[in-house]
């Protein structure tokens, strides 16, 4: 069975001749977490929609597409501005096709007791890279039904050169940070597997924008993210993705939070045509908060699927999770939110909502909250609705003077600002909105 799956799984089929090349090229010491990464890939393979955690998103274009490994491509400084967010003034880590590209990295300027850029520039911080990497991406010890790790799996066995955010106890950055993946292909689809590592020490603060973004063509990217927030670290955690709409994007986010840490993402799908977004949140001590806010927007047959999970494992802690879609056309949307609240967490605080406006008759959305509590002393909610656009609203805009298509794009620029506003970089957040207009007017 197991041979049958590799034989016939192109993500996998030339493994074996490129693992010297990540022996070589890749991290060393990290051996065993590859084998033991590809071993457990292969005993399950691509899913299908019979798997329950991927039911509603067909991974086809997985096993119908030619691709082309890595790596890099000639980009300058001039391709990267012309790209969605290119020109965002921050400290910036490029990969391009899953390469590092110091030439269109710029990350200098840094403060005391901080390191930002690639895994293979990190001289002095290998014990860092060595302590944290992969010890965040994983399930053990959690209660109840856990979520899918074939696409972690397959991206630690990949596992090549990266990023690394680490900051020091009581460093700030006040610069955003931003970390770039380009797909960059004119023949075949590249295949990349980008990894990021965000390491905050105690009392330290920083704003990431992680970026997915197609120069030309199109590609399968499969990125992981680890982040671990020491006592009351603070993280801002933009996540965009804008990948050609012949794109696949598999993403996995993995938060390990301490005591009084704040932790907020804000995870924005307009891009590809499969994207999927799982991110886990383990809220592993007291006093914590966890943000989690979305805005997708599906047009044409777009697949965008979103599955988050927050594990309250300690008292005392509050968790906002607030997705929102926007599908157009024959788009789909999916949410799977799980919220586990232990035995120990009493006084937890959850609130989860989940919204979707439906813009035609042939769209779709796919929703499904689930809580498990073992907890008797909390506060949980959740609530999921669909629906179109509201016809007084609409009246009460155009008895006004406003144009049908003009009182639409109100309507719905209104409906996602709750999230857009929650991203706190300027510049980023008004290029999204002029991204989001653009999009619903194609």
Same mark, same amino acid.
């Given at each position: 069975?197991?041979?049958?799956?590799? @034989?016939?799984?192109?993500?996998?089929?030339?493994?074996?001749?490129?693992?010297?090349?990540?022996?070589?090229?890749?991290?060393?010491?990290?051996? +065993?977490?590859?084998?033991?990464?590809?071993?457990?890939? &292969?005993?399950?393979?691509?899913?299908?929609?019979? +798997?329950?955690?991927?039911?509603?998103?067909?991974?086809?274009?997985?096993?119908?597409?030619?691709?082309?490994?890595?790596?890099?491509?000639?980009?300058? &400084?001039?391709?990267?501005?012309?790209?969605?967010?290119?020109?965002?003034?921050?400290?910036?880590? $490029?990969?391009?096709? !899953?390469?590092?590209?110091?030439?269109? @990295? #710029?990350?200098?300027?840094?403060?005391? !007791?901080?390191?930002?850029?690639?895994?293979?520039?990190?001289?002095?911080?290998?014990?860092?890279?060595?302590?944290?990497?992969?010890?965040?991406?994983?399930?053990?010890?959690?209660? !109840?039904?856990?979520?899918?790790?074939?696409? *972690?799996?397959?991206?630690?066995?990949? %596992?090549?050169?990266?990023?690394? /955010?680490?900051?020091?106890?009581?460093? #700030?950055?006040?610069?955003?940070?931003?970390?770039?993946?380009? /797909?960059?292909?004119?023949?075949?689809?590249? %295949?990349?597997?980008? &990894?990021?590592?965000?390491?905050?020490?105690?009392?330290?603060?920083?704003?990431?924008?992680?970026?997915?973004?197609?120069?030309?063509?199109?590609?399968?990217?499969?990125?992981?993210?680890? *982040?671990?927030?020491?006592?009351?670290?603070?993280?801002?955690?933009? &996540?965009?993705?804008?990948?050609?709409?012949?794109?696949?994007?598999?993403?996995? $986010?993995?938060?390990?939070?301490?005591?009084?840490?704040?932790?907020?993402?804000?995870?924005?799908?307009?891009?590809? @045509? /499969?994207?999927?977004?799982?991110?886990?949140?383990?809220?592993?001590?007291?006093?914590?908060?966890?943000?989690?806010? @979305?805005?997708?927007?599906?047009?044409?047959?777009?697949?965008?699927?979103?599955?988050?999970?927050?594990?309250?494992?300690?008292?005392?802690?509050?968790?906002?999770? *607030?997705?929102?879609?926007?599908?157009?056309?024959?788009?789909?949307?999916?949410?799977?939110?799980?919220?586990?609240?232990?035995?120990?967490?009493?006084?937890?605080?959850?609130?989860?909502?989940?919204?979707?406006?439906?813009?035609?008759?042939?769209?779709?959305?796919?929703?499904?909250?689930?809580?498990?509590?073992?907890?008797?002393?909390?506060?949980?909610?959740?609530?999921?609705?669909?629906?179109? =656009?509201?016809?007084?609203? =609409?009246?009460?805009?155009?008895?006004?003077?406003?144009?049908?298509?003009?009182?639409?794009?109100? =309507?719905?620029?209104?409906?996602?600002?709750?999230? %857009?506003?929650?991203?706190?970089? +300027? +510049?980023?957040?008004?290029?999204?909105?002029?991204?989001?207009?653009?999009?619903?007017?194609?």
């Amino acid at each position: 069975m197991t041979a049958t799956l590799s @034989s016939s799984d192109p993500l996998v089929a030339a493994y074996d001749e490129l693992l010297p090349v990540l022996t070589v090229d890749g991290l060393p010491g990290f051996e +065993d977490l590859r084998a033991a990464a590809i071993r457990r890939y &292969r005993e399950s393979g691509i899913p299908t929609t019979r +798997d329950e955690e991927f039911k509603y998103t067909p991974f086809h274009a997985l096993t119908e597409t030619k691709y082309r490994f890595g790596f890099g491509a000639n980009l300058d &400084r001039e391709n990267i501005a012309s790209l969605l967010l290119g020109d965002v003034d921050a400290i910036t880590v $490029v990969f391009v096709n !899953g390469q590092f590209a110091p030439d269109l @990295s #710029s990350t200098d300027s840094l403060p005391n !007791g901080a390191y930002i850029g690639a895994f293979s520039e990190a001289s002095g911080f290998e014990e860092e890279i060595k302590s944290h990497l992969g010890s965040i991406a994983h399930f053990d010890g959690r209660l !109840g039904s856990t979520n899918d790790l074939r696409f *972690v799996d397959l991206n630690t066995a990949y %596992l090549g050169d990266g990023t690394l /955010v680490f900051l020091e106890k009581n460093v #700030s950055v006040e610069r955003p940070i931003h970390i770039v993946h380009v /797909v960059s292909s004119t023949e075949v689809s590249a %295949l990349s597997f980008p &990894r990021n590592l965000i390491v905050l020490g105690e009392n330290a603060e920083a704003k990431v924008l992680e970026s997915y973004v197609t120069f030309v063509g199109n590609g399968v990217t499969i990125p992981v993210t680890e *982040v671990r927030l020491a006592k009351s670290a603070r993280l801002e955690h933009n &996540r965009v993705q804008n990948e050609s709409l012949a794109s696949t994007h598999i993403a996995n $986010v993995f938060v390990d939070q301490a005591a009084t840490s704040v932790y907020t993402s804000n995870n924005i799908n307009f891009g590809a @045509s /499969v994207s999927r977004c799982d991110i886990n949140a383990y809220v592993g001590g007291e006093h914590c908060e966890t943000w989690l806010n @979305s805005a997708n927007v599906a047009v044409g047959s777009q697949i965008i699927d979103n599955h988050t999970r927050i594990d309250h494992a300690l008292p005392n802690c509050q968790s906002f999770e *607030v997705y929102k879609s926007i599908l157009k056309d024959s788009g789909v949307g999916v949410f799977n939110g799980k919220i586990f609240v232990y035995e120990d967490a009493q006084k937890t605080d959850a609130k989860q909502t989940n919204q979707a406006i439906l813009l035609s008759p042939t769209a779709t959305m796919n929703t499904k909250p689930q809580l498990e509590i073992f907890a008797d002393d909390v506060k949980c909610t959740h609530g999921a609705t669909i629906g179109q =656009l509201r016809e007084d609203a =609409l009246f009460y805009l155009r008895a006004r003077g406003i144009p049908l298509a003009e009182a639409q794009g109100l =309507l719905v620029y209104a409906f996602a600002a709750e999230v %857009l506003e929650k991203i706190t970089i +300027d +510049d980023v957040r008004e290029k999204l909105e002029a991204a989001l207009f653009e999009k619903l007017g194609s």
